[in-house]
Nanobody
Framework: QVQLVESGGGLVQAGGSLRLSCAAS????????MGWYRQAPGKQRELVAT???????NYADSVKGRFTISRDGAKNTVSLQMNSLKPEDTAVFYC??????????????WGQGTQVTVSS
């Protein structure tokens, strides 16, 4: 079994900051690309940021310059530092990781989601 557990969501005023964290655990052989997605009410899930094992990052245009994704390879964790938050950032944020398990099967895994609410 492999699971992703997120933490760090909450309520913040516009202009504020939050930090999300996600830890992968279980029968893991290796963790490949990791990332964060979000889904606002009535909208489709969208990519926020991704990071490769080598540290190459990719961001949605809407968060460039405000959000920073990072990972700790030794701990199998990924974090998202969110600054200058806007009301339109309000969404459920999901951690995603492509993980190779001990049977050497590679699959995408999702966390349970954490709510981020930005008040104006």
């Amino acid at each position: 079994q492999v699971q992703l557990v997120e933490s760090g969501g909450g309520l913040v005023q516009a202009g504020g900051s939050l930090r999300l964290s996600c830890a992968a655990s279980g029968r893991i052989y290796s963790v490949n690309d990791m990332g964060w997605y979000r889904q606002a009410p009535g909208k489709q899930r969208e990519l926020v940021a991704t990071i490769t094992r080598g540290g190459i990052t990719n961001y949605a245009d809407s968060v460039k310059g405000r959000f920073t994704i990072s990972r700790d390879g030794a701990k199998n964790t990924v974090s998202l530092q969110m600054n200058s938050l806007k009301p339109e950032d309000t969404a459920v944020f999901y951690c995603n990781a492509k993980i190779t398990d001990l049977t050497l099967r590679t699959s995408p895994y999702w966390g349970q989601g954490t709510q981020v609410t930005v008040s104006s």
